[in-house]
């Protein structure tokens, strides 16, 4: 635009100068041929428009927006045209309590009221991009700042709509994922209507009142102190039963050996000691007799 202009100034003192009194009118010619250069080379330059990867162009001219976009690359347009880019790449806005995390300084998590009347503090991301055909109907209803007039607002009014279905602690356990389905719904819903496509909702963090996670931790408590004993019960009935076991098997030996055992078969058993205590290197002198027997002397020596 800057060359296009530049040349029709250049003309239009060429053909200014082009008076036979002035003493350089001679320059009239040489002036004009260099301003329609000029104004070729600024047509040329203001026609061809660079879209880069990831964006795309709105067309506006003379205040009407075209629905025909520019795609990436180079694209020929009306000099006088003025092209608008939008970015197509996925883009996370992220509300949190935290002061350096979200989009906004400070705390900007959401605070919303469940069933049981209760606040509850949501951080929550948003992933969201431009729909490439939308583009137009974007910048021609909304504007450039769709983030502060759609994402924001919607986002944050869906999650306060559909809260108000869930108790505190069901919200923060049991069905923190239905909750975020349903969000999800309704939100996806809104922005499609607008042109932008949600791509993923994150619920982050959910932080309830101290009361809440007081009865929380009790209750949790309660049940690990109950599994810890039914443990130690478990643990105690298995050691009965093996110290019954083992007072069965005791007995049932004893009562083998009360009525199994012959005078032969003590003798055998006899014998067979003798035996290991003679060969034993740490047996000096082993006397052993028994009844009916006569007494064995055995020496290493």
């Known amino acids: ?45 203001s026609s061809v428009r660079q879209i880069d990867a990831g964006q795309v162009g709105v067309i506006s001219l003379f205040g009407n927006v075209s629905d025909r976009t520019l795609s990436s690359g180079l694209n020929f347009v009306n000099p006088l045209a003025s092209v608008t880019e939008f970015d197509l790449q996925t883009q996370n806005y992220t509300m949190s309590a935290a002061h350096d995390e979200g989009q906004k300084q400070g705390d900007d998590a959401i605070r919303v009221l469940t069933a049981d009347g209760l606040e509850v503090v949501i951080d929550l991301t948003v992933l969201y991009r431009v729909v490439a055909v939308d583009a137009p109907k974007i910048y021609s209803e909304i504007g450039l700042d769709y983030i502060d007039k759609i994402v924001r607002p919607i986002t944050r009014t869906r999650i306060r709509d559909n809260a108000v279905y869930y108790d505190a602690i069901a919200l923060y356990s049991t069905r923190r994922d239905e909750f975020q389905t349903r969000i999800y719904k309704t939100i996806e819903a809104d922005f499609r209507k607008r042109g932008l496509l949600l791509e993923q909702l994150l619920i982050r963090n959910i932080d309830l009142p101290a009361s809440v996670k007081k009865s929380i931790e009790s209750k949790i408590n309660a049940e690990q102190d109950a599994q810890k004993m039914q443990f130690v019960l478990q643990k105690e009935r298995q050691e009965a039963e093996r110290k019954r076991v083992e007072a069965q098997g005791i007995a049932d030996y004893q009562k083998i050996l009360s009525t199994g055992l012959s005078d032969k078969q003590l003798q055998y058993e006899q014998i067979k000691a003798q035996r290991e205590l003679a060969a034993s290197p740490n047996a ?9 027997n006569i007494p064995l002397i055995l020496n290493d020596k």
């Not at 100034?9 to 041929?33: D, E, M, Q």
């Not at 000096?284 to 009916?292: A, E, L, P, Q, T």
């Open 1 to 45: 635009m800057f060359f296009l202009i530049l040349g029709l100034l250049v003309l239009v003192a060429g053909f200014a100068i082009n008076t036979p009194a002035l003493a350089f009118s001679h320059f009239s010619r040489p002036v004009k041929v260099v301003g329609i250069i000029l104004m070729i080379l600024g047509f040329l330059t």
């Open 284 to 292: 000096k002198i082993v006397i052993m007799g028994g009844r009916g």
